[in-house]
């Protein structure tokens, strides 16, 4: 069973900035893509961004410039870091992570709440 667990969401003034980690354990000890999603109220869940194991990083247009993702694979981490926060930007913020199992599988964190306010 593998869980990952976010942290570091929560309420910020715009313009300021942010730092999330997501922490995998459990019986997986090597994942492949790991990412964040995040969903506002009444909207899809979208990518943020996503890194792959070799540290290849993909952001959305409207994060891009403002965000870095990261990522520590000996502790089965990874890192959002977000800056000039915006109010569009609040949303639940989720973690993603793959790994292979027979095959491709993926797991969810919880979420983690982050809200911008104007």
């Known amino acids: 069973q593998v869980q990952l667990v976010e942290s570091g969401g929560g309420l910020v003034q715009a313009g300021g900035s942010l730092r999330l980690s997501c922490a995998a354990s459990?019986?997986?000890?090597?994942?492949?893509?790991m990412g964040w999603y995040r969903q506002a109220p009444g909207k899809q869940r979208e990518l943020v961004a996503s890194?792959?194991?070799?540290?290849?990083?993909n952001y959305a247009d409207s994060v891009k410039g403002r965000s870095t993702i990261s990522r520590d694979n000996a502790k089965n981490t990874v890192y959002l870091q977000m800056n000039s926060l915006k109010p569009e930007d609040t949303a639940d913020y989720y973690c993603?992570?793959?790994?292979?199992?027979?095959?491709?599988?993926?797991?969810w964190g919880q979420g983690t709440q982050v809200t911008v306010s104007s």
């Open positions: 890194i792959t194991r070799d540290g290849n990083t």
């Open positions: 459990g019986s997986i000890s090597w994942f492949t893509d």
């Open positions: 993603n992570a793959h790994y292979r199992l027979v095959r491709d599988r993926e797991v």
